[in-house]
Every structure is written in C-alpha cells, then in structure tokens.
C-alpha cells in the first residue's frame, strides 16, 4: 500500500483499521470510511438499514462520533423500479438519523445488482482515537454482539433457518454500535476493531498483530446466534470462511479439539457485527454492566490479552 507522509494523517492505510483518521487541529480529527455491501436481505428499506449500520460502525469503532453521510449505491436501473432505490435510501436514512448523523447526497451507477453502503465523514478527539494497535498484556476482550449471521442469511436462501433465529440476526445486525460506543467513552479503550467480514478470528487477529500481543478467547464465552452453529453442522458455509481460514489458519490455536464445522464459527463474516474491545482487566466488570444497563444486551466477556509467545496471535481455550 502507498505510504503517506502527512504527519496529520494518523491512521491510515497500514494497519488494517476501521476508518483514515486525519487531525484537523489538537482538539478535532476527522474519522472517515466508506463501506458498501450486497444485499443479505430482500427488503429494500431493511437493506438499507443494514449497508447504513454497517457503515457507519467503522466510525464508531474508532472511537468518532459521525456527522455527514453520502450514499454509494450500484443499481440496475433497467431491471428493478425506483420505488426499490428509494426503498433503500430510506432505510439509510433511518439509521443515519438513528446516528445522529445527517445524510447529505451521493452517488448512484448502473450495475447488474443492487449494491448499497455509505461514506461516512465523523470527528474525534485525536488523542482519543480508538485503533486496533493499542490491545496491551492483562486486558480483557469484551465483544458486543453476538456472531452468526454470516452463515444464517446463507442457509435462509435455502429456508433452512427458522423466522424466529432470522427475526433474531436482524434485529442484531440492525442495531447500531452507537451505544455500545457512547458507553466505552467513560472506560480505557485501548483497543478496537468492529467485527465484520473477516469474521471473529480475523479482525482479533488485526487486533492482536497490531498490539504485537496474543488474544486468548474463551470458546464458551462466545455469543453465537441463535442457530448458526447448527447451520454449519448442518454443511452450510458461505462464500468467504474459506478465504477467511486461510487468512488466520496458521496463526491460531484451538486447546481443545473442535470439529471443523464448529471452527467455522469463528471465520463466519459479519454484516454490522459487534465492537471487539480490550481494555484493563479491573474496568472489564465495570463496563460489561454498563453495557448491559444501557441496552446492549448481548455483550459478553470474551477473553484476555496475553504476551505473544512467538507462535500463536489467536488461542481459543
Ligand atoms: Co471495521
Ligand atoms: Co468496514
């Protein structure tokens, strides 16, 4: 990736974070990402609520709060109407609001499938950034949502799921990691990543290669939806956990022997997945209360931060 040498620039492209984090001045940086998805739904509008959630976490993720919004949109004006389009700018729209945030124009080209995201334009403090380097030795990893919904929209393509586990993903990945993020505030974030398409494993082991530290995770501790173990029991995957495995396969360590289909759950990618955080052991109590007390129910103490040992940067025990 090309280097910049902007001393303002301070997070870019080299180490694989959320969003570019770029100071304006000692009080304001800005936080910027832009992210965009195919569908995993149907519904226009529900479409949109989701691409719109789903972009927006990036910012959350790395601690900002976001302002301005524009739409990124691929669609095939030839084959589907516009009340569809508008269905999905609607469903941003809600989000966005949802957010906080103001969405103020974009961007549509012909393509041959809806595809629908947003860029997203937010502020922070820029000693108060949020990034995935900073995970240190003795922290607790607590993850806010839980995971699944890779392989459930999949198997639902085959209506393998039931409505009431599918009802459950969506209202999940809805939701956004805006009060998660708000909560976090008060605590000593020293690390973040939101969980999305490379799955739990991959973006801890963005996490864990960034802090130069190893991730141990607590196999039972882990909030998987509600069927989505049984999917991949059942042969069902999606098109990236392949690539996904591939990516940490060599790096992580599993103390006690899973069967391959429930390895999978940990590479499943994650459409608006949850805040992976570390931060020091003594406040992990603290904020899992918070959380829960606020609203964000399904969050979970996950794991610890270890020294790396030369060998392993993911041990699930
Ligand atoms: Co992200
Ligand atoms: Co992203």
Redesign the pocket.
């Known amino acids: 990736m090309p280097q910049n040498q902007d001393p303002n620039l301070l997070v870019g492209f080299n180490t694989s974070?959320?969003?570019a984090v770029y100071r304006l001045d000692d009080n304001t940086a800005l936080v910027m990402?832009a992210?965009i998805i195919t569908p995993p739904v149907d519904d226009p509008h529900l479409f949109g609520q989701i691409a719109a959630a789903n972009a927006l976490?990036?910012v959350f993720?790395m601690g900002g709060r976001p302002l301005v919004c524009l739409n990124l949109v691929g669609f095939p004006a030839n084959q589907l109407g516009p009340e569809i389009l508008h269905g999905m700018v609607a469903g941003a729209l809600s989000k966005v609001t949802e957010a906080g945030a103001v969405l103020a124009g974009g961007h549509t080209t012909e393509d041959d499938e809806p595809k629908f995201g947003l860029s997203v334009t937010g502020i922070v403090h820029p000693d108060k950034v949020w990034t995935n380097t900073g995970a240190r030795v003795g922290d607790a990893l607590i993850l806010t949502k839980p995971i699944g919904s890779g392989v459930l929209f999949n198997a639902n393509r085959k209506d393998w799921v039931s409505q009431q586990a599918m009802d459950a993903c969506i209202e999940i990945i809805v939701t956004l990691n805006r009060t998660a993020a708000e909560v976090m505030q008060s605590f000593e974030i020293h690390g973040a990543?939101?969980?999305?398409?490379f799955g739990l494993a991959g973006?801890g082991l963005e996490v864990a290669e960034g802090s130069d530290v190893t991730l141990r995770i607590d196999l039972d501790a882990v909030p998987i939806m509600d069927e989505a173990l049984a999917m991949y029991q059942r042969g069902m995957t999606t098109g990236v956990n392949g690539v996904n495995r591939q990516l940490v396969e060599a790096k992580w360590h599993f103390e006690r022997e899973l069967p391959t289909w429930h390895e999978e759950i940990f590479v499943d990618p994650q459409t608006s997945?949850g805040l992976l955080v570390a931060l020091p052991e003594e406040q992990a109590d603290g904020l899992l209360a918070a959380l829960l007390d606020a609203g964000v129910g399904h969050s979970r103490r996950i794991g610890s931060v270890e020294a790396f040992g030369g060998r392993h940067r993911l041990i699930f025990g």
């Open positions: 974070d959320d969003a990402t992210d976490s990036d993720a990543t939101d969980v999305t398409g973006h997945g």
